[in-house]
T-cell receptor, first 115, second 118 residues
């Protein structure tokens, strides 16, 4: 079985400060990991993914994520937050070797960036 | 089209009514997913199509839920005898590749259909 946990319902950060949105996962095989963002009344938009290789993945809008196999984590980061980054962020996992082809999503983290 | 289109965007149904939600995926996308997103929750998998074949319907919550994709493009999610617990946003997503193929498939989502059952 595959699962993903986002331990924080909400993250608050001041504009210009670094931000981190946490994600941990559980798979029986090798993970494919994703981050999506959802703005109000919009569908989820892809930010970045980890398949294999470099543990630090760079994505859209200046976001990056670090894959940590020992801690089974894939935290989303950005060096300097913008007010426009305020949105819902979803982490997702797919077990590449476990035979599942359906991504499982976390419950989401609301990021609020204060001016 | 340029993106995944879903209609209607908003639907209010009385308990017991049948509803149909439509998804127009990106042209040429082989794989199509339906997810249900309850308020304050992440998307929960409902069903998956590869072209016109429904390969996985393990996430459909009851036999009142039915999905089809008869020509391998447009898909319809039908909910019969709606109940209040069916109130949610129904998300459709498509991707170019065959789900499960080598490489990680990135999903393109529609804006969703928000269903409210009174």
């Amino acid at each position: 079985a595959q699962s993903v946990a986002q331990p924080e319902d909400q993250v608050n950060v001041a504009e210009g400060n670094p931000l981190t949105v946490k994600c941990t996962y559980s798979v029986s095989g090798n993970p494919y990991l994703f981050w999506y963002v959802q703005y109000p009344n919009r569908g989820l938009q892809f930010l970045l993914k980890y398949i294999t290789g470099d543990n630090l993945v760079k994505g859209s809008y200046g976001f990056e994520a670090e894959f940590n196999k020992s801690q089974t984590s894939f935290h989303l980061k950005k060096p300097s937050a913008l007010v426009s980054d305020s949105a819902l962020y979803f982490c997702a996992v797919r077990d590449e070797t476990g035979g599942s082809y359906i991504p499982t999503f976390g419950r989401g983290t609301s990021l609020i960036v204060h001016p | 089209g340029a993106g995944v289109s879903q209609s209607p965007r908003y639907k209010v149904a009385k308990r017991g009514q049948d509803v149909a939600l439509r998804c127009d995926p990106i042209s040429g996308h082989v794989s199509l997913f339906w997810y249900q997103q309850a308020l304050g929750q992440g998307p929960e998998f409902l069903t998956y199509f590869q072209n016109e074949a429904q390969l996985d319907k393990s996430g459909l919550p009851s036999d009142r839920f039915f999905a089809e994709r008869p020509e391998g493009s447009v898909s319809t999610l039908k909910i019969q005898r709606t109940q209040q617990e069916d109130s949610a946003v129904y998300l459709c997503a498509s991707t170019t590749g065959v789900a499960g193929a080598s490489g990680a498939n990135v999903l393109t989502f529609g804006a969703g259909s928000r269903l409210t059952v009174l």
